[in-house]
Nanobody, 122 residues
Framework: QVQLVESGGGWVQAGGSLNLSCVAS????????MAWFRQAPGKDRALVGA???????NYARAVKGRFTISRDNAKNTVYLRMNSLKPEDTAAYYC????????????????WGQGTQVTVSS
């Protein structure tokens, strides 16, 4: 049974920081690329950052330099550190896993978490 469980969302002031975690189970975590997507109300789900099995990374332009994705294979966990948060970062954040490596569209991912809400106030 595959599970991806996100945590760490919350309500923060602009300029603040927040750390998200996603604990995975039920598949060979260390062979999958992992990613964070986000979806704001009325908008499509979009890639935030992704990390391959060998820790190659990719980030959306909107978050590059502010967000950092990392993984701990011993804990089957992927993290997203978010610094210098802006109101436009407000969204539901989702953890996803891809058996085919880093992908850029939601349809390419095999497993998804339930999401965790991040709200950034001005």
């Amino acid at each position: 049974q595959v599970q991806l469980v996100e945590s760490g969302g919350g309500w923060v002031q602009a300029g603040g920081s927040l750390n998200l975690s996603c604990v995975a189970s039920g598949f060979t975590f260390n062979t999958y690329a992992m990613a964070w997507f986000r979806q704001a109300p009325g908008k499509d789900r979009a890639l935030v950052g992704a990390i391959s099995w060998n820790e190659n990374t990719n980030y959306a332009r909107a978050v590059k330099g502010r967000f950092t994705i990392s993984r701990d294979n011993a804990k089957n966990t992927v993290y997203l550190r978010m610094n210098s948060l802006k109101p436009e970062d407000t969204a539901a954040y989702y953890c996803a896993a891809s058996r085919s490596g880093i992908e850029y569209t939601p349809a390419a991912y095999d497993y998804w978490g339930q999401g965790t809400q991040v709200t950034v106030s001005s």
